[in-house]
């Protein structure tokens, strides 16, 4: 069974930076990608990115392309989010989430983790 943890959320100013991290106790061979999503009060959970395990190719939503980058450590099993130019409608609590196909919808997602609040003022 994969178990995924989040850390590194917080409160920052905006226009500030944060790394987010997802470490994981193991990793099915079907877990081919790892994403981030993230769920503001009242919203949907949404999108944010996720990443090729093999290759590290990479696909990001519209609303971060450019701002946030994410990244793996095979080594450590880590999966991370680094976010810059954080804005207030960032805030929302940050999941990490395992799948075995390139998509942006939760529903393919088979492994989550607790989640990590971000939080951004203005």
């Known amino acids: 069974q994969v178990q995924l943890v989040e850390s590194g959320g917080g409160l920052v100013q905006a226009g500030g930076s944060l790394r987010l991290s997802c470490a994981s106790s193991?990793?099915?061979?079907?877990?081919?990608?790892m994403g981030w999503f993230r769920q503001a009060p009242g919203k949907e959970r949404e999108f944010v990115a996720t990443?090729?395990?093999?290759?590290?190719?990479?696909y990001y939503a519209d609303s971060v392309k450019g701002r946030f980058t994410i990244s793996r450590d095979n080594a450590k099993n880590t999966l991370y989010l680094r976010m810059n130019s954080l804005k207030p409608e960032d805030t929302a609590v940050y999941y990490c989430?395992?799948?075995?196909?390139?998509?942006?919808?939760?529903?393919?997602?088979?492994?989550w983790g607790q989640g990590t609040q971000v939080t951004v003022s203005s």
């Open positions: 989430a395992a799948a075995n196909i390139l998509t942006t919808s939760r529903n393919w997602y088979h492994y």
């Open positions: 193991g990793r099915t061979s079907s877990s081919v990608y």
């Open positions: 990443i090729r395990w093999s290759d590290s190719s990479t």
